[in-house]
């Protein structure tokens, strides 16, 4: 079965553009959360979607945003790029169950650099 | 605020058993202990979860203390594929998941 699929690997933008990234998740996985990963901040939750509707949301400004289709691939979208928004940005899709055993898997991640 | 404690950093020799430990005081009575690992840069790889009895798959052993208040991941021949920054993290499954600072794992030849 394949894994979780992010595009594009890598991206640089210059400060106020913006910026879609995509998430393919796992086959049968229904939730995609979104997670910013700094090395001064560490893993930080940005959302999570299931069944096309944002289910839980982490404490980032409103020019993170994100989107999920009817086939479970979700979109993140940042607008107005700041320098501090260089980051990976990691995909995680799990079954989407309130389980505790419920997995998250993670994709490769996107490697955003913003000059 | 550190949900886990964890060593910074570990050396292991190629071929022998890296036993990595994890507190997690804290721990919730419907929350599992996860791991996960990250090798330079990319996604964080799902490794193995339990929640109060010992656990083994094909990657890994999983050791958790009666009390649940720490557990340690084996891996029991390391090789140098396992160099990585490991993470335990307590997780009530599909909820936001929450990285320390991990133990930086070096498995030398």
């Known amino acids: 079965k394949a894994g979780v699929t992010q595009t594009p690997r890598y991206l640089i933008k210059t400060r106020g553009q913006q910026v879609t990234l995509s998430c393919s998740p796992i086959?049968?996985?229904?939730?995609v959360s979104w997670y910013q990963q700094t090395p001064g901040q560490g893993l930080q939750f940005l959302f999570e979607y299931f069944s096309e509707t944002q289910r839980n949301k982490g404490n980032f400004p409103g020019r993170f945003s994100g989107r999920q289709f009817s086939n479970s691939r979700s979109e993140m979208n940042v607008s107005t790029l700041e320098l501090g928004d260089s980051a990976l940005y990691l995909c995680?899709?799990?079954?989407?169950?309130?389980?505790?055993?419920?997995?998250?898997?993670f994709g490769p991640g996107t490697r955003l650099t913003v000059l | 605020d550190a949900k886990t404690t964890q060593p910074t950093s570990m050396d292991c020799a190629e071929g022998r058993a890296a036993n990595l430990p994890c507190n997690h005081s804290?721990?919730?009575?419907?929350?599992?202990v996860y791991w996960y690992r990250q090798i330079h840069s990319q996604g964080p790889q799902y490794i193995i979860h339990g929640l109060k009895n010992n656990e083994t798959n094909e990657m890994a052993s999983l050791i958790i203390t009666e009390d649940r208040k720490s557990s340690t991941l084996i891996l029991p021949h390391a090789t140098l594929r396992d160099t990585a920054v490991y993470y335990c993290t307590p997780s009530a499954g599909n909820t936001p998941l929450v990285f320390g600072k991990g133990t930086r794992l070096s498995v030398i030849a």
């Open positions: 995680a899709s799990s079954l989407g169950y309130r389980g505790a055993t419920d997995t998250q898997y």
């Open positions: 804290t721990i919730s009575g419907n929350e599992y």
């Open positions: 086959s049968g996985h229904r939730s």
